[in-house]
């Protein structure tokens, strides 16, 4: 079962709908951009594949773990040999990021007995590794990240890029246009301050680039299915419920 956000789609949990937990996919299969409901860690022990997405530009191989929080999106593409992927569930949110795991094998047999002991191993034994800078969408994105309320034009402008240029390579680049990528950065940005301090929506909304908080709420409730209040009152992160 899907909604549609953009051009994506919000997928309930893979690790939900197979018994094992391992995903199998076959030789170059391409999923298209969408975004999971709940966090997940990608524990990979076979093949490779390509992520492109909003938290970057990723290429994982055997060893590899991938963590994703709520509502992150990206879409995938995976090598000529296909892939296995062990998933585990995210036990808290985390920062995303690749990690290097130092013993597979420990994690698999651990997630026989205990799936959130073997993700817990991961985030605590996994060393970074860094995402993968391709041509300029990718510079892109990671600036967007870093500033979601940067100037696509006057980035356009600095690289000698017409905006035509970009928006057609950037969109070819990640399935979405830059300023719907911006867009989708501002929103995470804001729901993990939802969901982690006791801030006013409307503070948020202002800090985190939108041009008032009903913007900010439609945005969010396209992401997620909730409004904001309601995620703030699902959330395990905050002691006590927060009003606003």
Known sequence: MAESFGGAFVFRPVFELTRSHILQHGSRERHSRHVHRDGFIAVVLRGEYSEIGDTGHWRVRPGHA???????????????????????????????ELLIIPDVEQVVRLSDKDKKLAAQLVLDTGLPANSTFGDWPDQLAEELRMNPILSISEWAARQNLSQETVSRGFKRAYQCTPKRFRLRIRTQQALRRITSTRERLLEIAHDCGFADQAHMTRSIAQVTGFPPSALRQQSTEIPRKCAD
């Open 66 to 96: 991938l963590v994703h929080n709520r509502f992150e999106g990206h879409y995938n593409v995976i090598g000529v040999q296909g892939a296995d992927v062990l998933l585990l569930p995210l036990p808290h949110a985390h920062q995303p």
